[in-house]
């Protein structure tokens, strides 16, 4: 049997150590760390994600304000938002919920968006800062991946380290930080996307696979090397009778007969999805605690 590589686990065991930060920072007479978040609209699963941050940040001990902003919002109104945030010293991040309204322009608020307070790592600030081994905030995503090789041991260097797609939020990032000069890190990584030929073959050679293209089930267990780690980032929903929901989760990985041959894997549920938001967590206790710019 595999090692499941577990990040419900994890994040919890993350939360509990923010917490006890936040208690010994306030019991220092220390400011509480706070995060703000700019919701645009009604979308359900945008209000989901922002009601789970909400109230992580209250289970931690953070102080939270949530701005809730009509679908109709103009773009100028928006980044007036976000500089009043930059601009109020007792905010310590900001996030602003993605998708936005299609009139707004994704690049312009987030270049807005102050580096020092950006905990979601998405200004070009950050990326830079990541690219090049400084200390920056790393998306919520390839931050919860780096965790969970790191609390799980995997050694990574001199690893060969595949990563199937490249968006800006996962894939890239992830090849970028898998490469780094460090731990987890100092892999040969192959970054492949939906133009990559042979990807099959290319997979098969992976100590490491990293999976996050967003096709259900995509990696079987013929793509897999025996022994590999396997971490699988996607997340679908699909109909399940027998669940009370009628539905349940599955990711990019067939899971069952690639656990068969894998070293260790995360599942889904209960895999990377958790990690994210304890990185959010995190990423604001260091702007808190001026961890990244100083
Ligand atoms: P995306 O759609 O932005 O990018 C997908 C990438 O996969 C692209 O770079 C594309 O080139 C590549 N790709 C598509 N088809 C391919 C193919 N046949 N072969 C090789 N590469 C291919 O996706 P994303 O935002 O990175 O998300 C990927 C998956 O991860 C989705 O299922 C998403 O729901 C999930 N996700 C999960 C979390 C989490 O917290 N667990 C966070 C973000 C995304």
């Known amino acids: 049997m595999p090692t499941i ?8 065991q993350i939360k509990e150590e923010i917490k006890t930060r936040v208690e010994e920072i306030k019991a220092e007479g220390g400011k509480t760390p706070h995060l703000a978040a700019i919701l645009v609209g009604y979308d359900g ?6 009601g789970a941050k909400v109230k992580a ?19 100028e109104e928006l980044l007036r938002k976000v500089e009043e945030i930059n601009e109020n010293p007792d905010i310590d991040g900001l996030i602003v919920q ?28 950050n990326v830079g800062r990541m690219a090049l081994n400084w200390p ?23 690893k060969h380290c595949v990563v199937i797609g490249r968006s800006h939020i996962v894939g890239s990032p992830m090849s970028i930080l898998m490469a780094r000069n460090g731990y987890p890190g100092n892999a040969t990584v192959t970054l492949t996307h939906s133009r990559t030929k042979n990807l099959e073959e290319i997979a098969r050679t992976a100590d ?3 999976v996050a293209l967003g096709k259900p089930e995509f990696v079987t267990a013929d793509m897999v090397k025996p022994g590999a780690v396997v971490i699988d980032v996607g997340i679908h929903r699909v109909e399940d009778a027998s669940k009370k929901s009628g539905f349940r989760l599955i990711g990019d ?31 604001t206790l260091l702007s808190a605690e001026k961890k990244v710019y100083s």
Request: charged share 25%.
């Open 98 to 125: 993605l998708p936005l309204p299609k009139h707004i322009s994704v690049e312009k608020v987030t270049s807005k968006i102050r580096p020092e307070k950006d905990v979601d790592g998405f200004t070009p600030a």
């Open 208 to 210: 490491i696979l990293i």
């Open 45 to 50: 699963a945008s209000q989901t994600y922002v």
């Open 136 to 158: 920056a905030y790393v998306a919520a995503t390839p931050y919860g991946i780096i965790e969970l090789l790191k609390r799980y041991e995997i050694e990574t260097s001199g």
């Open 5 to 12: 590589i577990d990040g419900k686990l994890t994040s919890s």
């Open 57 to 75: 940040c209250e289970y931690v001990g953070f102080e939270s304000t949530l701005v809730r902003l009509e679908e109709t919002v103009t773009e």
């Open 253 to 283: 990985v067939k899971f069952d007969e690639v656990a068969e041959k894998a070293s260790a894997i995360t599942p889904v549920p209960g895999g990377v999805g958790p990690m994210t938001i304890a990185s959010l967590l995190y990423n």
